[in-house]
């Protein structure tokens, strides 16, 4: 609870806006839904066999899954609400569609032949007759559509799209309680409400039902129209993965833009996602740059024979080559730093045994009790190829939800993990990165990867990006990062007192 509390006080309008974000996606796409849903289930209802065909295609849909449409969706429309607008309506369409055309079709026939016997038109006996009846069961559709928009959208964070995903997705990846708890509590809160709300406009008349959906439709349209014509767009777009560390660099990234170029304005997509989802954004222009690191674009982003050099530099020279060559894509130079695996023990277990590198584990591995990542202890670069680089022999190894590694570590029950160099939880729990002394672990070193397209127009912003390049180190990296995730610092504060204080900026 106090974490929570601490989290509501240092962010509280960053919460409010998450929550504003994700009732907005939420009624936009269920309007979009029902608008497409409900009159298509009414056109459809005397034609049983084109119903079903449609049903089948809409059951299909729902059975991709929601980050492959978001990732097939993201070079065809881009970044941000759109795409997660289409995806939700994509998922709310079914229920929709079922519940109405049910409603419309199990209506008892002589209440259909009084109605033709008093000479009602088509017209008059749908809205006097059918629709009301059949207002139930197209309540409960929009009820289970509003549900399952609500909790999806909290992916839509994963494209740039905010909402109260970012809290969950964040939590879970730095392993933070508070902003998971608080983002799937205010999600359950809205599925709660809006699920209420549906409820109580159900016991209106069909008029008023009908007046409050076209102000909704007006009103929302309205705003969206707004902001699209008097909000400037943003000459730059740069976007980082989920955590504190992206949220850092490219915060640094902004600001050294907006010194050197006061005409430019640039906006940040912070907790974008996974590594494809930013390179499709990237290659579509979407966005125009994002921080990457050496070994994954080796492993993940390009196509090489080639094995991964343990030489920083040789590793660096090779992605830029690749990414310049296959893709057309520019990788300026690299930070200091690299975030690469390391295994992590408590700080008094090392000083207690004299552990300073990985070598050393060999005195006391009859005593090591490791807990990894359940790829860590599968991957060939992580404890398989680890253990037979340096002959190592552990007592007992494990494996655990990344998420709870440190906290394993910290309580006592594992006494050595798998973690990453830059890690806050490493000076949050007081541990020690051992180092690679046989250099084992391929380099990752951060550093901008940009559109061509985006040089060529601004050619001076490969000199300001690359005021970086061999600055910010290890512990530098810790520290920034420890401030931003653990004490819930802003990002744009600790990357400015960075740069100021390195003199990357006066």
Not at 63 to 80: D, K, N
Not at 223 to 234: N, T
Request: aromatic share 8%.
């Amino acid at each position: 609870m106090p974490g929570i509390i601490h989290v509501l006080k240092t962010q509280g309008n960053e919460i409010l806006n998450a929550l504003g974000q994700h009732i907005g996606i939420s009624l936009i796409s269920l309007l979009i839904a029902a608008v497409i849903a409900i009159p298509l289930a009414i056109i459809l209802m005397k034609h049983k066999r084109t119903a079903e065909i449609i049903l089948n295609i809409t059951s299909v849909l729902q059975t991709i899954p929601s980050l492959a449409l978001l990732g097939m969706l993201i070079p065809l429309v881009g970044i941000g609400t759109v795409p997660s607008v289409i995806a939700l309506v994509v998922y709310a369409v079914m229920p929709i569609f079922q519940n109405t055309y049910s409603g419309l079709t199990t209506i008892d026939s002589s209440l259909e032949e009084a109605a033709e016997a008093f000479g009602l038109s088509r017209s008059k006996k749908l809205l006097k007759i059918e629709i009301p009846l059949a207002m139930p069961m197209i309540i409960s559709g929009l009820r289970i559509a509003m549900v399952m928009i609500i909790g999806t959208a909290t992916l839509a964070a994963l494209i740039g799209a905010g909402g109260l995903g970012t809290y969950i997705l964040l939590g879970i990846e730095i392993n933070n309680n508070s902003l998971l708890i608080i983002g799937a509590f205010l999600s359950a809160i809205l599925a709660l409400v809006f699920s209420g709300l549906i409820r109580v406009i159900s016991k209106l008349s069909l008029k008023k039902i009908g007046i409050i959906f076209g102000t909704l439709v007006v009103l929302i349209g309205g705003i969206s129209g707004y902001h699209a014509i008097v909000q400037p767009k943003a000459t730059i777009t740069i976007a980082g993965k989920m955590g504190s560390e992206p949220e850092i660099l490219i915060n640094m990234y902004k600001e050294l833009i907006e010194h050197d170029n006061p005409n430019i304005k640039v906006t940040t997509k912070v907790n974008f996602g996974g590594t494809s989802f930013l390179y499709k954004a990237l290659k579509s222009g979407s966005i125009d740059m994002y921080p990457e690191f050496t070994g994954t674009v080796l492993e993940s982003l390009v196509k090489t024979n080639k094995s991964v050099s343990h030489d920083p530099n040789k590793t660096y020279q090779l992605a830029k080559s690749l990414l310049k060559k296959q893709q057309n894509l520019d990788y300026l130079k690299p930070m200091q730093y690299e975030n690469g695996y390391a295994l992590v023990v408590k700080k008094s277990f090392a000083r207690r045994y004299n552990l300073k590198t990985v070598s050393d584990l060999v005195k006391v591995e009859n005593k090591i009790h490791a807990g990894f990542d359940p790829d860590f202890y599968q991957l060939s670069d992580g404890y398989p190829g680890i253990s037979k680089a340096y002959n190592l022999k552990f007592d007992s190894a494990r494996t655990m939800d990344s998420s709870i590694r440190y906290k394993a570590i910290d309580h006592g029950k594992v006494n050595l993990v798998d973690g990453y160099t830059t890690d806050p939880q490493i000076q949050e729990f007081n541990l020690v990165a051992l180092k690679d002394d046989k250099n084992f672990f391929p380099p990752y070193q951060g550093a901008p990867l940009v559109s061509e397209k985006l040089l060529t127009k601004y050619p001076k912003m490969r000199q300001t990006l690359n005021k970086l390049a061999g600055k910010i180190s290890v512990t530098d990296m810790q520290k920034m990062n420890y401030r931003v995730a653990v004490k819930h610092q802003k990002a744009p504060r600790v990357a400015h007192e960075y740069l100021v204080k390195h003199n990357i900026l006066k």
